[in-house]
């Protein structure tokens, strides 16, 4: 099994913007319908922060409504993640995954560092 690979991560002040990108083309996370972008900051737990199916459908964790949109090309078996308003609360490492690998421990890649400065 191939990891995904994240990117796009860095350094940003409060309210800006990044764009992530998980490549899986040698992935299995793309022959599940629903992926995922998770996210996992010091001290806590991994979460699942949004996730979108094959046909578009998506959801979020109620903390990134309205500044985080996920999207996919499932030509290119890459997800994205456009991450707007950005805030310090949103430093963490984030990871992309199908939530069926996730539930088993499988599937992670090595993740993307994101900092938010106040």
């Known amino acids: 099994q191939v990891q995904p690979v994240e990117s796009g991560g860095g350094l940003v002040q409060a309210g800006g913007s990044l764009r992530l990108s998980c490549a899986a083309s040698?992935?299995?996370?793309?022959?599940?319908?629903?992926v995922g972008w998770y996210r996992q900051a010091p001290g806590n737990m991994r979460e699942l922060v949004a996730s979108?199916?094959?046909?578009?459908?998506?959801t979020y964790v109620d903390s990134v409504k309205g500044r985080f949109t996920i999207s996919r090309d499932n030509a290119k078996n890459t997800v994205y993640l456009q991450m707007t308003s950005l805030k310090p609360e949103d430093t963490a490492v984030y990871y992309c995954?199908?939530?069926?690998?996730?539930?088993?421990?499988?599937?992670w890649g090595q993740g993307t560092q994101v900092t938010v400065s106040s």
């Open positions: 995954n199908s939530p069926r690998l996730a539930a088993m421990e499988r599937g």
């Open positions: 040698r992935s299995i996370i793309f022959s599940f319908d629903v």
């Open positions: 979108i199916a094959r046909g578009g459908t998506t």
